[in-house]
């Protein structure tokens, strides 16, 4: 069923620093990954996305990493604005094209 | 282009009665999938449709929940006799095709309360 809410992990940063986002996956057939950036009230909005067959690709301030071997991705801001303020979180898919999620990582920008 | 719309944006039900949440996909996209948020969770992947079919219902409770994505109209999630923890916001994406490498799109949701 589902888990009672927790307090998500917080990242601070300073306005203007670059920021790093962790996630850890959880089925290494997964063949394809997103970031996916979520606002107050607001649906999530697609950042960046990576396949399986690559380790880094970048958008416009943004980096994903992918690390296949520890089941690891990592999403990069540099430059962080206040207007990235937000919960930020990755995804996987398998199968059926549905997406699995992780629990989020919060993002606060200081100005 | 409109994006995948979904409505009500915000719906209020007392326990026992039925939530109807409607999600009209972006156009052209044939793929439906709903996902449920708990606050300060991720999304829980509930059903994915295609038109007239359901392909994975896995995320979906057995009892008192169900999904459609007629021929024409919007993909209908239905929640019959809603309890206290139904109380979350329900999320649709649609996807052009089934590829595995496809970027899904996201609604607004619909957040629903039950008193």
């Known amino acids: ?111 | 282009n409109a994006g995948v719309m979904q409505n009500p944006r915000h719906l209020v039900r007392r326990r026992g009665q039925e939530a109807r949440l409607r999600c009209s996909p972006m156009k052209g996209h044939s793929h439906v999938y709903w996902y449920r948020q708990l606050p300060e969770e991720g999304l829980k992947f509930m059903v994915y449709l295609q038109k007239e079919n359901i392909i994975d219902e896995s995320g979906m409770p057995k009892e008192r929940f169900s999904a459609e994505f007629p021929k024409e109209g919007p993909s209908i999630l239905r929640i019959q006799q809603v309890v206290r923890g139904d109380s979350a916001a329900y999320f649709c994406a649609s996807s052009l095709n089934r590829e595995l490498n496809t970027e899904a799109f996201f609604g607004q949701g619909t957040r629903l309360t039950v008193v």
Not at chain 1, 4 to 28: F, K, R, W
Not at chain 1, 47 to 55: A, G, P, V
Not at chain 1, 90 to 103: D, H, M, V
């Open chain 1, 1 to 111: 069923g589902e888990s009672v809410g927790l307090h998500l992990p917080t990242l601070s940063v300073q306005e203007g620093d670059n920021s790093i986002i962790n996630c850890a996956y959880s089925n290494s057939a997964s063949d394809y990954f997103i970031w996916y950036k979520q606002e107050s009230g607001k649906g999530p909005q697609f950042i960046i996305d990576i396949r399986s067959n690559m380790d880094k690709r970048q958008g416009q301030r943004v980096t994903v990493l992918l690390n296949k071997t520890v089941k690891h991705l990592s999403l990069q801001i540099a430059a962080t604005q206040p207007g990235d303020s937000a919960v930020y979180f990755c995804a996987e898919t398998y199968g059926n094209n549905r997406l699995a999620f992780g629990k989020g990582n919060q993002v606060v920008v200081i100005p």
